[in-house]
């Protein structure tokens, strides 16, 4: 008995299982404004009440806000960090990744960022555990409405999508081992306890992360067969992807 197993097909987006109801730019405009207004809530509910630290820039914005605040005693704008830190990766999205896709990002930041601002502060619960856990999920979900508006929140979003479409590998997971070394700093600013959770939000973002948005997932097919050379050829001439022998 001999067996093809077919490797490296891509799961995208379109047969993920939820496509929004609207079309186009209109569509684009809806999910990012709606992934904006949802990830400021979730900062100044979830994200406040335990004084987490989300992934990747934002997650750094608070960081920084909440030492000069800390430390220094000055109250820092949560808008003209984020932008000042975004500013880069900007720029080479710009230039690696396209025109259009780095505009409507800067428009998701944008907009989180003066919504964060805005929003006054309101903690649903004081249960850490449970700001972690819902925190996360709604972190995850906003973050998913951004991509499937085919932007990004920033920042190391910006980084993952670069990687993603130039070197066509899933980048979150490495994204969430910087989130984590990034915490180790939170840690030893404003104890173990408020890094510890954040981790666990951020493992919680991360997982939903994956079950609502497939496009850089891939999949393996096993295929057991008498007939390996002719399903070899199906599979080559119709995906456009080479397939393993396993005897």
């Known amino acids: 008995m001999q067996s093809k ?13 939820w496509e929004p109801p609207l079309t186009g730019q209109a569509r684009r405009l809806f999910l990012i404004v709606l992934a904006s207004v949802v990830m400021a809530i979730n900062i100044k509910s979830f994200v406040d009440a335990g004084g987490l630290f989300p992934g990747g820039f934002n997650g750094l914005t608070l960081l920084i806000q909440r030492s000069a605040q800390q430390f220094a005693g000055i109250a820092l704008p949560f808008t003209a960090i984020n932008l000042l830190l975004n500013a880069i ?16 990002s800067c428009l998701m930041i944008a907009l ?6 805005i929003i006054p502060s309101m903690p649903l619960t004081n249960d850490v555990l449970l700001v972690c856990i819902f925190g996360g ?10 991509l499937l508006g085919r932007a990004t929140s920033g920042g190391t979003d910006f980084i993952a999508v670069a990687l993603s479409e130039r070197l066509n590998v899933d980048a979150w997971n490495y994204i969430f081992i910087g989130n984590c070394l ?4 939170a840690g030893m600013l404003f104890g173990w306890d408020k890094a510890l959770y954040s981790i666990i939000f951020q493992y919680t973002s991360t997982q939903v992360l994956h079950v ?8 393996t097919l096993i295929i057991v067969t008498k007939r390996p050379e002719d399903v070899y050829e199906a599979i080559a ?3 456009n992807h080479d397939a393993t022998l396993i005897k």
């Not at 197993?5 to 299982?17: D, E, I, L, R």
């Not at 999920?137 to 951004?146: D, Q, R, T």
């Open 137 to 146: 999920i709604i972190n995850g979900f906003s973050i998913s409405l951004c």
């Open 5 to 17: 197993q077919a490797s490296g097909v891509q799961n995208t987006h379109p047969q993920s299982g």
């Open 182 to 185: 990034m915490l180790v700093v």
């Open 237 to 239: 001439e119709i995906t």
């Open 112 to 117: 989180t960022s003066v919504l964060t601002d």
């Open 89 to 104: 990766p900007a720029v080479i999205s710009f230039r690696l990744i396209g025109k259009r896709f780095t505009l409507y």
């Open 212 to 219: 609502l948005y497939k496009r850089y997932q891939k999949q």
